[in-house]
């Protein structure tokens, strides 16, 4: 018999670690060794994240997809689920399926120059393509991060900052309010970072991912930076239940972010994306 796609298999929570102010790292192990052992996943994806009686949410999966034992979930605290997994304590279990949706292009980024230009809480879902350029550099021929936040402590996963840049990352972090605080690096949006990317040519490559204002931003910068639509990758977010193209939700013109993104091609999507240049 078929297995019920809606089924959640039962993962138990090893590690929880406080990121910023109500965002935490939960780092899950399925508690059948059966599924943990066959469990891949691609840089991108994400599952689906279930409380009995609460509901389920999407969280993108932020650990390096060559990690097998366990696999991490980056979460804000926002809602009913984000918030009741917010309560849970290491040993406690939560429902997981997946993992769903279209991933980074990866495979494409070889002999590349690759610009990940991230905001916010969108490093979780672009991270494990960071971890895939850190692992296997010389695949790139360069790997330059853009990153901005609101403020220096939402800026997530520092503590691999260093490691990224030993790998030969080209690293720069901005946030929109510095001046207050003891802040030694840019300030301003993340698009006023866009002079450190290289000039455009046709081996240029950018993943954003972030609130679809700054991606809106970003894709109008780079366009008029003589970058091509095709090479242009952005992660959407919407409103999603079911994750499998039933119900509707995450509709967007004729596409569904959930299976068909949530990393689409630019060029795929502009027109109903919004109109940006
Ligand atoms: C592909 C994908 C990947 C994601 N990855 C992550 C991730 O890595 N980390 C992370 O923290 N989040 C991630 N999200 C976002 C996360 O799925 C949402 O924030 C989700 O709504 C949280 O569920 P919740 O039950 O806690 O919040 P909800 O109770 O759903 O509320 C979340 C917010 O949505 C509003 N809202 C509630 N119902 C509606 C409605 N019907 N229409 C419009 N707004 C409504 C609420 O007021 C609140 O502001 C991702 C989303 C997608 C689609």
Redesign the pocket.
Known sequence: MTRNAFIPNQASIIKIKAEAEN?STFTLSFQDKNVQDHYTFEPGQ?NMLSLPG???????I?SSPHQRDALD?????????????SNLKVGDSIGVRGP??RPWPVKELEGTDVAVIVGG?GC??VKPAINILTDHMTDFKSATVLYGSKVAQELLFADEYSYWQDQGVNLHLTVDEGRSLDWPFHVGVVTTLFDKLKKASPDSRALISGPDIMMRFCVIDLLKRGWSRKNIFL??????DCAIKMCGH?QLGPVY??QD??VFCYDEIEHVFGAVA
């Open positions: 965002i994400y609460i509901g389920e949410a999407a969280i993108s932020s979930h980056t979460i804000r605290l926002a809602g009913r689920v984000t918030t009741a997994v769903y949706g809480t979780a879902c992660s959407l977010e919407r409103r999603m995450c972010v959930c993104g949530p």
